[in-house]
């Protein structure tokens, strides 16, 4: 309601507000541009991957706009959707072939994407026409509707705009956009929900060209003349900068950027000489002192908390409940070498329907290699991994997560910047009963309470004590209704209490039927819910068998007593 409100002021006031010309031009340039830089608040702000090509797919739409209508011949609003899908398409292509590499390689290969792109424009001069530009670009009609007068014009980029901005506001709290933000907090835990990281990342890639796109159109449109020189590189760091100096983590810190960033410099204008120096100076200081961006750090006092769940918690559902008897794990030869380590050395594990299975050894023996071999971190050198009969070995995370695996992590991962419930919320999406978001907002809260933490839901998860996001942490594994739960070291770093916390936890998980593989340093804590112990040492299983023949067994007695041999202080 008061965002059609406000569309409608800002509309009214394009239409009536008696403006210069030269204002006008700018209140073009900067409602377009900030189409451009909320595509910005997309890959960079949600999805956390670089992109300093946003001016090229600005280009890309500005190009597609100016030759469609005046060399094809197309409808403004067909040429419109034109550019911004060849855009699209860019975007797909360049994010297809360098989001696998990331960080710095993504970056390289956008200034190198924007540079070409200014020298084709540049040359190609049969298409582009070359540095002279395109002139003439016709304003569109609407049936009867011309919008060709210029508050008319700018009344139609304000509109586009706040479609832009609704989306991307929506786009944050979404499916899509919350695996975004997982993969910008923890890209490997967020494999290990079940998330398609690099699809992700082409998505938000993809869609924040088109958005781009869009906006390059309408630019185009505003000032019927555009030339190479327009979509260079300085540009596409001038949008960074809008982006980054509004902040990136709110669809608003976009039109703030762009807005100061354009308007600043005329408000400065009085300085005369001076207002280059002035107009350096204020960036500086508001990136300084407000890193998170303008919105960031006016948006913490404006966090709302909207309610968990209403009603009553459901108890959770476990999907594994009474199959027990039969292997669901079986692991046979398998092996992982780094160069001439190995980490894991031929070994063979066959973990029961319903029971806790542990797997101990001393400090480098392999445990963890093995659990990242298991959900999928790592390839094995050789060997196979059968889940429930099906060999699985080699799957990514993401689609072992599909296949039942669930996993905490040593040195805890979560999506820090996000609250528990929204890290629970991320496992619910691969739980194949929860279909639509209604039920999976039921089970992500039904996760939280069984781990005992729904009381601080809405609190950012960095912000919590370490026992408590260890927790979360297992919460968010259950939500995605695991067959098979995969902990290491689920009591390291806990105290007395919550170590009691957590052995009646792993008791009620067992209870109800599912099936873990423990990695655990607390032999008391082993010994109190295991059913099997697998020990590894150098990567090779010394034994395996139950707690009263393993704990008894002379090599694992050795290996232990050799353990705590070196680590005696001499
Ligand atoms: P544990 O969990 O039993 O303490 P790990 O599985 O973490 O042991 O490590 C087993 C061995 O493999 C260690 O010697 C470790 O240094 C090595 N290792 C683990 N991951 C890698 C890697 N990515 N590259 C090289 N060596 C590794
Ligand atoms: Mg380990």
Redesign the pocket.
């Known amino acids: 309601m008061i965002w059609l409100a406000a569309l409608i002021v800002a509309m009214g006031c394009a239409l009536v507000l008696p403006v210069n010309g030269y204002l006008m031009n700018l209140l073009m340039q900067a409602s377009t541009y900030a189409i451009a830089v909320l595509g910005m608040t997309v890959v960079l702000g949600y999805a956390g991957q670089i992109n300093i090509a946003q001016a090229a797919f600005f280009g890309i739409g500005a190009y597609g706009l100016a030759l469609g209508t005046t060399a094809l011949g197309l409808p403004f609003f067909v040429a419109l959707v034109f550019g911004a899908v060849i855009a699209l398409l860019f975007g797909i292509v360049l994010g297809g072939s360098t989001l696998k590499l990331g960080g710095h390689y993504l970056a390289m290969v956008t200034i190198s994407f924007q540079e070409i792109l200014t020298l084709v424009l540049t040359n190609w001069i049969s298409v582009s026409r070359g540095p002279d530009g395109i002139s003439n670009i016709p304003r569109p009609h609407l049936g009867f509707l011309a919008l060709d007068l210029a508050p008319h014009y700018l009344a139609l980029c304000v509109f586009v705009l706040f479609l832009a901005a609704g989306l991307v506001i929506w786009l944050k709290s979404s499916r899509l956009g919350l695996s975004m933000q997982a993969v910008r907090d923890n890209e490997l835990a967020a494999g290990v929900v079940g998330i398609d990281t690099y699809r992700v990342k082409i998505i938000a890639f993809a869609a924040s060209a088109a958005l781009a796109g869009l906006g390059g159109g309408l630019f185009a449109g505003a000032f019927r003349y555009i030339s190479p020189d327009q979509f260079s590189f300085d540009d596409s760091v001038v949008l960074l900068t809008m982006a980054l100096l509004g902040g990136v983590d709110v669809a608003i810190g976009a039109v703030i950027g762009t807005a100061l960033l354009i308007l600043l410099p005329e408000w400065l204008r009085f300085l005369k000489q001076f207002y280059l120096a002035v107009y350096g100076l204020a960036v500086i200081l508001i990136m300084v002192f407000m890193p998170q961006g303008i919105s960031g750090y006016f948006v913490r006092f404006f966090r709302r908390v909207p309610p968990m769940q209403e009603g009553a918690i459901t108890p959770l559902v476990f999907g594994a409940a009474g199959s027990t008897g039969g292997m669901l794990l079986e692991v046979s030869g398998l092996a992982k070498h ?1 160069g001439g ?1 190995r ?2 050395d031929d070994i063979d594990l066959a973990v029961e329907r319903g029971s806790v299975h542990a797997l101990i ?1 001393p ?8 659990l990242n071999l298991l959900s999928g971190i790592y390839r094995p050198t050789s060997g196979s991994i059968r889940l429930g009969g099906r060999d699985v070995a080699g799957f990514a995370p993401h689609l072992l997560a599909a296949a039942g695996i669930g996993r905490t992590f ?1 040195n805890i991962r979560l999506f820090h910047s996000l609250t528990a419930f929204e890290n629970v919320l991320i496992g619910s999406f691969r739980d194949a009963g929860s279909r639509d978001a209604e039920s999976r907002r039921a089970r992500a809260a039904a996760a939280l309470d069984f781990v005992g933490m729904a009381e601080r839901a809405h609190v950012t998860v960095a912000s919590l004590p370490y026992g408590h996001q260890r927790l979360i942490e297992i919460a968010r594994a259950l939500a995605a209704n695991p067959t098979l739960l995969l902990l290491d070291e689920p009591a390291a770093g806990l105290n007395l209490t919550e170590k009691q916390n957590l052995v009646a936890l792993l008791r009620r998980l067992r209870g109800h039927g599912l099936t873990i593989l423990l ?1 655990e340093h607390d032999m008391d804590l082993v010994e109190q819910v295991s059913d099997r112990i697998a020990v ?1 040492n150098f ?1 090779r299983r010394i034994a395996d068998g139950t707690p009263g023949e393993v704990l008894r067994h002379p090599d694992v007695v050795a290996a232990y007593l050799g353990e705590v041999a070196e680590n005696a202080p001499a």
Request: net charge positive; charged share 5%.
């Open positions: 780094f380590l980490a894991v050894g400090n480098g023996s392999g445990k963890t290699t093995t040593q990695i590894l990567g």
